[in-house]
């Protein structure tokens, strides 16, 4: 069973920066594509970005050029880089691992889900 830990959230301003975290348990971490989900108030969960076990990525195109996923295997840790932050980027953010490793958005290729992390941008 892996754990997920999220960190990193908090108010921002729009235009603004902010940088999660997603800590894994799991020593296999390296071999999981790990994803970025998103979900505001009223709406489902919708991806955001995805990177696999050789640091390939792939964004949703409402924060590409903006956001940037990156991983550290050594510490078994996920990063989502926000930058340029805008209102309607507030949401609660979750981090997911998908055991398959490919670049996914596909929410049943992910197996296990942090308990996610709010990020609200002000106008």
């Known amino acids: 069973q892996v754990q997920l830990v999220e960190s990193g959230g908090g108010l921002v301003q729009a235009g603004g920066s902010l940088r999660l975290s997603c800590a894994a348990s799991e020593r296999t971490f390296s071999n999981y594509a790990m994803g970025w989900f998103r979900q505001a108030p009223g709406k489902e969960r919708e991806f955001v970005a995805v990177i696999n076990w050789s640091s390939s990525t792939y964004y949703a195109v409402s924060v590409k050029g903006r956001f940037a996923i990156s991983r550290d295997n050594a510490k078994n840790t996920v990063y989502l880089q926000m930058n340029s932050l805008k209102p309607e980027d507030t949401a609660v953010y979750y981090c997911?691992?998908?055991?398959?490793?490919?670049?996914?958005?596909?929410?049943?290729?992910?197996?296990?889900w942090g308990q996610g992390t709010q990020v609200t941008v002000s106008s």
């Open positions: 997911a691992a998908a055991p398959l490793g490919g670049l996914t958005q596909e929410r049943n290729e992910y197996s296990y």
